[in-house]
């Protein structure tokens, strides 16, 4: 079985400040990690992947993740926060083993992020 | 957003009611699913559909129906739903057979009165 977990249900930063929100991810094999973002009435956003590869994975908007596998962490970061980066922001995570779950992408329950002018 | 629509927007119904959600996408993926999304709780996945056909189905309740025509359109048919059942319902669709993202639809907010 796959699962996520945001441990933070809020987040708040200074404007200008450097940003992270957390995400652990538990899966039988290796991880496919995403971050995605919402902003008020609206659906979800792709913000950034990590498949394989390099750890450090750059999206949309500055934003990036970094994988660490054994710490089995997924932290999105951004080194100077906007006032308009707050959003709810949620880690999914999908089991990269062929066949589990193949279609399912299993979400945290998100963080809101607060960026405070 | 653009790639995904969903209409109506916003959704009141009594409980005895038959309404239906609308989902379409322009990318030309081959894989689209439901999502219902509530206040404080995670995603909960209900359907998937891969080229028409309905892969997952995690325990919804009979009250929602899906249907997919075609792999460009999503529909979900409601009956006699409720209160519960209001939240925020997500469509979304994918590429069916590699690990590449989700692109949602901006949801449709559905109130059970």
């Known amino acids: 079985a796959q699962s996520v977990a945001q441990p933070e249900d809020q987040v708040n930063v200074a404007e200008g400040n450097p940003l992270t929100v957390k995400c652990t991810y538990s899966?039988?094999?290796?991880?496919?990690l995403f971050w995605y973002v919402q902003y008020p009435n609206r659906g979800l956003q792709f913000l950034l992947k990590y498949i394989t590869g390099d750890n450090l994975v750059k999206g949309s908007y500055g934003f990036e993740a970094e994988f660490n596998k054994s710490q089995t962490s997924f932290h999105l970061k951004k080194p100077s926060a906007l006032v308009s980066d707050s959003a709810l922001y949620f880690c999914a995570v999908r089991d990269g083993i062929a066949g589990a779950g193949s279609y399912q992408l299993t979400f945290g329950k998100g963080t809101k992020l607060s960026v405070i002018p | 957003e653009t790639g995904v629509t969903q209409t109506p927007r916003h959704l009141v119904m009594g409980m005895t009611n038959k309404k239906s959600l609308k989902c379409e996408q322009h990318?030309?993926?081959?894989?689209m699913y439901w999502y219902k999304q509530s206040a404080k709780k995670p995603l909960e996945l209900m359907f998937v559909y891969n080229f028409k056909e309905q892969t997952e189905n995690n325990s919804v309740p009979s009250r929602f129906s899906p249907e997919c025509p075609n792999s460009s359109h999503l529909f979900l048919h409601l009956h006699t739903l409720q209160p519960e059942d209001s939240a925020l319902y997500l469509c979304?669709?994918?590429?069916?057979?590699?690990?590449?993202?989700?692109?949602f639809g901006p949801g449709t907010r559905l109130t059970v009165t």
């Open positions: 979304a669709s994918s590429q069916s057979a590699t690990p590449l993202e989700q692109y």
């Open positions: 990318l030309g993926h081959n894989a």
């Open positions: 899966v039988s094999g290796n991880p496919y």
